[in-house]
């Protein structure tokens, strides 16, 4: 069974503190990971998808990085506009219908 | 814009009623699929499609039903035999790929049900 496991449940940082969130993942086959944003309320939205151990991707102050057992997102100088719920999700190669399984989620508020 | 609308957005119903949730997409996308998110937990898949008249139970489908009559539509009916319903309810869409779902789902703005 395909597992998630986000870390810190919450994170409290001030406006240009860089810190980074955590996603432990099982999976039997990674087919991809995924990074979502979700701001409160709201559906969340497609950041990243990584594929492979060593990959990187960036996006403004966010880079996504993958290992073979977890994914880091990382936050360089966040702005109060960053904070959000961060979800994480695996697709495997072996589930029935390649579907997600997703993490519980960081939230993260940055203060001014 | 292309997007996918889900309605209504605040829902109240008491205890043995049914009720339906919306959603619609003009984005041309095959697949879509229904998500039910509790707080402090990840999403988890209802039911999900890839086309037409078809669709697949997830891992919590007891209590719910769906219909796929058009490409562009997905409704989700909560039955009274959902022990408990009030959640976050989402809608999502992606484009399939030689008969394999993309991860990069599309969402609706969700619809939260609340039973009294």
């Known amino acids: 069974e395909d597992q998630v496991t986000q870390s810190p449940e919450a994170l409290r940082l001030q406006e240009g503190e860089s810190s980074s969130l955590n996603c432990s993942y099982t999976?039997?086959?990674?087919?991809?990971l995924f990074w979502y944003r979700q701001d409160p309320g709201k559906g969340p939205e497609f950041l990243f998808t990584?594929?492979?151990a060593g990959e990187e991707k960036e996006k403004e102050r966010l880079k996504a990085t993958l290992t073979k057992k977890e994914s880091f997102l990382h936050i360089t100088a966040p702005k109060p506009e960053d904070s959000a719920t961060y979800l994480c999700a695996v697709q495997s190669h072996n589930n029935a219908g390649n579907m997600l399984t997703f993490g519980g989620g960081t939230r993260l508020m940055v203060k001014p | 814009d292309g997007g996918i609308t889900q309605s209504p957005k605040y829902l109240f119903r008491k205890e043995g009623q049914n009720v339906t949730l919306s959603c619609e997409q003009n984005?041309?996308?095959?697949?879509m699929y229904w998500y039910r998110q509790d707080p402090g937990q990840g999403l988890r898949l209802i039911y999900y499609s890839q086309i037409v008249n078809d669709f697949q139970k997830g891992d919590i489908a007891e209590g719910y039903s769906v219909s796929r009559e058009k490409k562009e539509s997905f409704p989700l009916t909560v039955t009274s035999a959902q022990k408990n319903p009030t959640a976050f309810y989402l809608c999502a869409s992606s484009i399939v790929t030689a008969g394999t779902y993309t991860g990069e789902l599309f969402f609706g703005e969700g619809s939260r049900l609340t039973v009294l």
């Open positions: 990584l594929y492979s």
């Open positions: 984005l041309n996308h095959d697949a």
């Open positions: 999976v039997s086959g990674l087919r991809g």
